[in-house]
């Protein structure tokens, strides 16, 4: 650990070394270092205690996936879907970028565990930094400083991570995972997936292929607690690709009609899930805060995250008023008139331009929220009953239905679909094949991927049953065909009641669906059985292109495709 700080220090040349204890002491000199620096603006004390804002360079607002590398011995080995490298010669390239890029700043050591202490299940990084912004976020995102030291003791293994911001230039940026080495190298960045190396580049790419030796799995999946008023407790975890929906359903608040029914968080975004002693399938939050969407967020969409967000929080590229509070599209009531934008520049109520940036951020730590599981920190982690999937879709793909088994519920999580959003750098709103939400995170070849998943099964007696949702279905006339967000615990109790064989199913050729008739929609405002009866309508013509649009994954990928996959696909075309 040492020998690898001396090293990093010796190419990156940094005036002074700081090695992070994660006290609050450290925490204030930090923040008030960043604040004397420009880098976090403090907000109304008042309005919101112990927050800050941030604004980023204006060329590194999201994840770049093109400038995101796995670089492993051969190209066959990350496959078609990823960047390869060649770790060699990406060493060499960055090593040239890093050489003496800290002169005059300070190099921040971070120990971080993803995943609770005492856990079989967490992992201990190392996140060297030139930073300031990402140590504070880190700190809210990860469990750091001595609580690390102490799980990595005298001989215990690390992640290695190492970033610098170099000048923020999109021409040197890059994102390159080694995972023959247990490393990841990250520069000219100072943006969340991109930087909190903790986050992407291990909990999903650098953990899914250790996963794949270990036989556990590492998925972009948020992961929730369902009581209902008897008190029977069910988990399930959701994969549902970047900005689509996994925060407001990890804490959603039930209907008035849901009297006694209760929602609870373990996660946001990852699951690291093993097979338990008894078969069932175990899953933890490696993070320890919430790295949420702040457009659309607000009091009736996500009364908790309102609230996860009330304090100790760092906005980033959200709009800003005079008064130090914070503004975005679709937070409660009318945009403030002191408004600056994301970019700092007074901001005109009416404007075409958004104030606050599609990919604007809070980093909130999770202790803040409400709906907290009190399981959260149980080392054993949770057992998962179901497993959904979902995209944002604007046709084709009904509101819910369960696949049949395993192997058909791989195939439909392999073939999901989704419409591109701010998360990442890109074409908004083209839907792209993005499998299991993984796309942009799965650290090795995705057919490979696919093969582990069906391998899973083997390891499971009890494994989770396995759904499909879209919040996301139009009407012809453009409108949203559910209601979505906390409503959602409507079809939250169909998959529940489903998992538990409480209720019957139709069978379609997509998978076991309800009818209209099972889904309680009593007390939705506005809302009609017609409606309903759209969202789940299975249109035949739309799923002929749609298993024909399929083809294009598999097509780039069949030189490694499980033939289940195939043969899944030949099921579902006699069906239709
Ligand atoms: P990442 O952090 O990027 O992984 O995103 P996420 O999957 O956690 O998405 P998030 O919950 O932050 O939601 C993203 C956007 O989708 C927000 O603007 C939400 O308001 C919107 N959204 C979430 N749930 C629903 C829903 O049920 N219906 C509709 N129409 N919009 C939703
Ligand atoms: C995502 O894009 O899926 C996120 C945000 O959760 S980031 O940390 O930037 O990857
Ligand atoms: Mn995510």
């Known amino acids: ?31 008030e270092l960043a604040v004397a620096a420009g880098i976090l603006i403090p907000l109304n004390p008042d309005k919101h205690p112990g927050c800050y804002y941030h604004r980023s360079h204006a060329n590194d607002v999201a994840r770049v996936e093109e400038r995101t590398f796995i670089c492993t011995k051969t190209a066959q080995e990350a496959g078609p879907t990823n960047n390869w490298a060649n770790p060699t010669e990406m060493y060499q390239k960055l090593n040239g970028l890093l050489n003496g890029a800290m002169a005059g700043r300070t190099l921040y050591v971070i120990p971080y565990l993803m995943g609770p202490p005492g856990s079989p299940l967490t992992k201990i990084g190392v996140e060297i930094t030139d930073s300031v912004y990402v140590v504070l976020s880190m700190r809210i995102m990860t469990r750091i400083g001595k ?16 970033h610098s911001m170099l000048d923020i230039n999109p021409e040197t940026r890059y994102i390159a995972h080694f ?17 909190l190396l903790g986050k992407k580049c291990l909990a999903l790419r650098l953990a899914s292929y250790l996963g794949r030796d270990e036989g556990w799995m590492a998925e972009h999946m948020l992961i929730l607690g369902v009581e ?12 549902f690709p970047s900005a689509c929906g996994k925060t407001n359903f990890a804490m959603l608040t039930p209907p008035e009609h849901y009297k006694g029914w209760k929602v609870t968080t373990i996660g946001d975004d990852i699951a690291w899930m093993r097979p338990g002693p008894d078969g069932r399938l175990y899953a933890i939050n490696p993070e320890a805060g919430y790295f949420g969407v702040a457009p659309g967020t607000n009091c009736k969409t996500n009364l908790n995250a309102m609230l996860s967000l009330s304090r100790d929080t760092i906005f980033t590229n959200v709009a800003l008023t005079k008064s130090g509070e914070v503004w975005w599209e679709g937070k409660d009531g009318e945009p403030p008139a002191d408004l600056l934008d994301w970019h700092g520049k007074p901001w005109i109520a009416g404007s075409k331009e958004k104030a606050a940036h599609p990919n604007s951020r809070f980093a909130a ?27 944002r879709r604007a046709t084709t793909m009904p509101l819910v239905f369960q696949a049949f088994n395993w192997v058909h519920g791989t195939y439909v999580g392999a073939t999901m679909g989704s419409e591109m959003t701010a998360a990442a750098a890109g074409k908004v709103g083209t839907v792209r094949r993005d499998p299991m939400a993984m796309l942009p995170f799965a650290g090795y070849n995705m057919g490979d991927y696919f ?17 499909h949702v879209n919040w996301f279905r139009k009407s012809a006339e453009g409108e949203f065909l559910w209601p979505g967000y906390g409503e959602n615990m409507r079809v939250l109790k169909w998959i529940v009641d489903r998992c538990k064989g409480r209720v019957p199913a139709t069978e379609t050729p997509l998978g076991w669906m309800p009818e209209a008739k099972d889904i309680d929609i009593t007390g939705i405002p506005n809302y009609t059985k017609e409606k309903l009866e759209e969202a789940l309508s299975i249109d035949i013509e739309g799923w002929k ?7 294009e994954l598999f097509m780039k990928l069949y030189a490694d495709l499980p033939k289940e996959l195939v043969y899944q696909r030949e099921l579902l075309i006699s069906r239709l």
């Open 147 to 162: 609580v690390a030291w102490n799980e990595l003791g005298s001989n215990g293994v690390f992640t290695k991570g190492l």
């Open 179 to 195: 995972p023959q080495d247990n490393a990841v190298i990250s520069t000219s960045s100072n943006y969340g997936g991109n930087v």
């Open 365 to 391: 730590p999770m202790k803040n929220n409400p709906v907290l599981d009190s399981e959260v920190s149980n080392p054993t982690g949770v057992p998962i009953s179901a497993i959904i999937f979902g995209g």
């Open 451 to 467: 093969t582990h998943w069906l391998r899973m099964r083997k390891l499971l007696k009890n494994p989770p049953k396995i759904f």
């Open 228 to 239: 209902s008023p008897t008190g029977e407790k069910t988990y399930v975890a959701a994969a």
């Open 1 to 31: 650990m040492r020998k690898w700080v001396e090293e990093v220090a010796a190419l990156c040349r940094p005036a002074n070394i700081h090695w992070c204890n994660g006290s609050e002491e450290e925490k204030k000199a930090l923040t």
């Open 545 to 551: 292109t749609e298993v024909m649009l399929q083809d």
